[in-house]
Nanobody, 120 residues
Framework: DQLVESGGGSVEAGGSLILSCEAS?????LGWFRQAPGKEREGVAT???????RYTDSVRGRFTISKDTAKNILYLEMNDLRPDDTATYYC??????????????????WGKGTLVTIAS
């Protein structure tokens, strides 16, 4: 399985970006994670085969995770971006059927990441 992210870039605070991730095959659980400079990787959002979405508290109401199942493409729409959203964003996939929590433990495949920079 391969995951390829795109859509990163630099925007001003309050702006928006949409990230995309193309997967080479179907996965039960898909998610976005991020790692800011000097910090540990954290979960952002996940979506399962039934389109059930989960979010970490800091992005709920600002970010939306979605997917195009027919094309195996995952999206992350990010609005009202803040400087502390600056990070490398990673797409991840989990093949096992389960809760699809916003946790690295639910994932077994990772993309290489795309950088998002928010200017204040």
């Amino acid at each position: 399985d391969q995951l390829v992210e795109s859509g990163g870039g630099s925007v001003e605070a309050g702006g928006s970006l949409i990230l995309s991730c193309e997967a080479s095959r179907y996965n039960y659980c898909l998610g976005w994670f991020r790692q800011a400079p000097g910090k540990e990787r954290e979960g952002v959002a996940t979506i399962n085969a039934y389109h059930t979405q989960r979010y970490t508290d800091s992005v709920r109401g600002r970010f939306t995770i979605s997917k195009d199942t027919a094309k195996n493409i995952l999206y992350l729409e990010m609005n009202d971006l803040r400087p502390d959203d600056t990070a490398t964003y990673y797409c991840a996939a989990g093949s096992a059927v389960g809760p699809c929590l916003v946790s690295s433990e639910a994932m077994d495949t990772w993309g290489k990441g795309t950088l998002v920079t928010i200017a204040s």
